[in-house]
């Protein structure tokens, strides 16, 4: 249950890249997948990676790993 976290933290960005260009006016989607759970002091960091596509392109526009950090209240 969420209710036993206190606060989340955006840790930040990892791994960002760009494999393609986004002209602008373009339509965009976005897919997330849980990465990776892993411990720390007092809770627990969560990595996703984020790929944004552009409608119509061959290769994402950007692929992300974000990191956000739960802490236990």
Not at 43 to 71: D, H, M, N, S, W
Request: charged fraction near 25%.
């Amino acid at each position: 249950s969420l209710d036993v976290f206190a606060f989340a933290v955006n840790y930040g960005l990892d791994r960002v890249r760009f494999p393609a260009p986004l002209p602008v006016g373009s339509r965009v989607r976005m897919h997330a997948r849980l990465k990776e759970l892993e411990p720390v002091a007092g809770g627990v960091q969560i990595t996703v990676e984020v790929t944004f596509e552009r409608e119509g392109g061959e290769k994402p526009v950007c692929v992300a790993e974000t990191l956000t950090r739960v802490y236990e209240g």
